[in-house]
């Protein structure tokens, strides 16, 4: 027996958010499906050391030849994608069902002349209007409880109906505020009927609109200091919100569609299908496009769809096809594919309610599949090697740049300077060896980049200096061998804080970065190392001292390891910056009296960034709980007085950022 699957996935491929996985055989079948809060930390179990796994799971896990996985927003969405796969697929090795029930429904008996909401299993209820499946009964029964607080619609039996309407006396839910038909004696048959429809409405398309309408009279009655009513309508919006976060997975019934996620950057793509028949997902096809033209939005959403259903059959095309954007020929597609399909067929961007929310799905999951995707190009050891060589030929180097340092400026308007060096050896990152520096005075990104390279290369000088006499002391004490020579000893060099040379650096950015990291290799005396820089626009290669770029072909492996360089760069420095933007504002804040870290988190988790928290008024911070008139106050001041502070030290420092183009409050980086 094999020791360990020869189709594990790699370390940092599966995601860590909630999802459905899939395990399949050298054939296709689908073997088992299963659900999970944490991918990576489920499917890690099966991957365990096979002698330590159930005599079941080993035996599934060796008669699998792959695995697969779908993320979903929720756990709620993961259940019911579950249970549409193990009613589509009845893998072998999944629980079988022995009572034959289907999943709960909700459903609303638009037939009667008090219309009720119940929990049933059975779809033939004349008139009725049918919400779900659920996954558990006592999920539509949460859901219930939370909509009737919004929406008091019947909820007594017929029996407790019919006897309440007769006696004129409310029925026993009715008087514990269980249920709100006319059988409670608080509404007419007519307003019932009003408040049902509501309900249908909101549970149909999660209607915005009421969240508006209780948001307005929550704020109304709050002003009238009647907070009675006010808490009415806030327990209302809060039972909304917890609606609106359930499942997105599943549509109207009657839908038939073809929904299509897509997640690109400059070189690749990714799209996931999702194939939506009778409302249900019944499956998801993934795609990894690598773009041969600088193509992007509509265009490659034309692309995909003639890909798709080029070879389809009439049978394979959907009523409906909901895309991210509309091609320019969105007409001329539609005629194509109601030719092919021989009946209509509409293709629409899904802009709200819960086909919005599927998109939405969608998109991540192709987004986590591009992830995988790049993981996977970047380990590849070919592919690696093939980069490496590519960049040795399109740079005239005179070896490969086994290690590659790339540097990127980050700012906030001129301010909170910051730079990122991430490191790549052998075409891999090496993220131990990160640095970021803090800028102080500076003038433009070119100035900043001069700085930062200065002084990692003061560096290199001094690092190999230790490691020479470290070289020469483990050379002195060796011991001597049987002939008197000294016996060779292998040590264990610790190297200083920036390791080794590079072979070549990577600025982000044009002519202008790229000339001032020449300045500064020449100023430190080391022009031996290679220098280019890759500018965002067209992914074009800046040699020092050219008065034209290096284009390389879009499918060159070469530029897609500087991509990924320059990516990661950006990345490290903005993430760096936005930490010490945070750290910034929290000392200032810890300044106000009565204002402790806990509602200082909850200010910067309310507004979302610093930026929009500084241009905050008073009664907006008011709004979250512990947050006083007083302390609103206190707290816009002090972050006044610091945006004061800050404008008279960028007047002090005169030019200091010239040649930055970012808009106020936003972030930018060298390059962009």
Known sequence: ?????????????IPTQPGVYRFRDADGRVLYVGKAKNLRARLSNYFAPLHTLHERTRRMVTSASSVEWTVVPTDVDSLQLEYMWIKEFDPPYNVRYKDDKSYPYMAITLADEAPRVIVTRNRRIPGARYFGPYPKVWAVHDTIDLMIK???????SDSSYKKAMASGRPCFPGQIGRCGGPCSMKVTIEEHRAIVDDFVAFMAGGDQRFTRDLTRRMREASAAMDYESAALYRDRLQAIDAVLSRSSLVLAEDTDADLFGIAEDELSAAVQHFVVRGGRVRGVRATTIDKELDISGADLV?????????????????RQVLVPSLP???????????????????????????????????TLNAQQALLLHKTRRTSDYTARTKALTD???????????LRIECYDVSHLSGTNVVASMVVFEDGLPRKDQYRSFGVGETTDDTDSIYQVLTRRLAHVDRDDAAGESEAADAAASAPAGPDGAEAPVVT??????????????????????VAA?????????????????????????WLPGEEYPVILPRTSEALYLLQRLRDEAHRFAITHQRKRRRRDITTVLGEVPGLGQ????????????VAALSQASAEEMTALPGIGPKLAAAIAQRLADREGASGREASAGGNASAGREAPAGRESSSGR
């Open 1 to 13: 027996m094999a020791a360990a699957l020869p189709y594990k996935p790699r370390p940092g491929e």
């Open 517 to 541: 990291a020449a300045r500064a290799l020449e100023d430190a005396g080391h022009t031996e190392i290679a220098l280019c820089g890759i500018a965002k626009r067209l992914e074009e290669i």
């Open 492 to 513: 264990e060099r610790k190297r200083p804080r920036f390791a080794y040379r590079p072979q070549l650096l990577v600025v982000d950015g044009g002519a202008p970065q």
């Open 598 to 609: 806990a509602r200082i988190k909850a200010l910067l988790r309310h507004f979302g960034s």
């Open 391 to 401: 960049l040795q030929v399109a740079l005239g180097l005179a070896e490969a740049p």
């Open 150 to 156: 919004v929406f008091p619609i019947r909820t007594c």
């Open 328 to 362: 320019d020929d969105a007409a001329d597609l539609e005629q194509w594919l109601q030719e092919r399909r021989g009946k209509r067929v509409s293709i629409q961007v899904a802009q709200r309610g819960r086909k919005a929310d599927l998109m939405r799905t969608a």
């Open 302 to 318: 034309d692309q995909v769809l003639q890909r798709t259903y080029g070879p389809a059959g009439p049978g394979e095309i959907p």
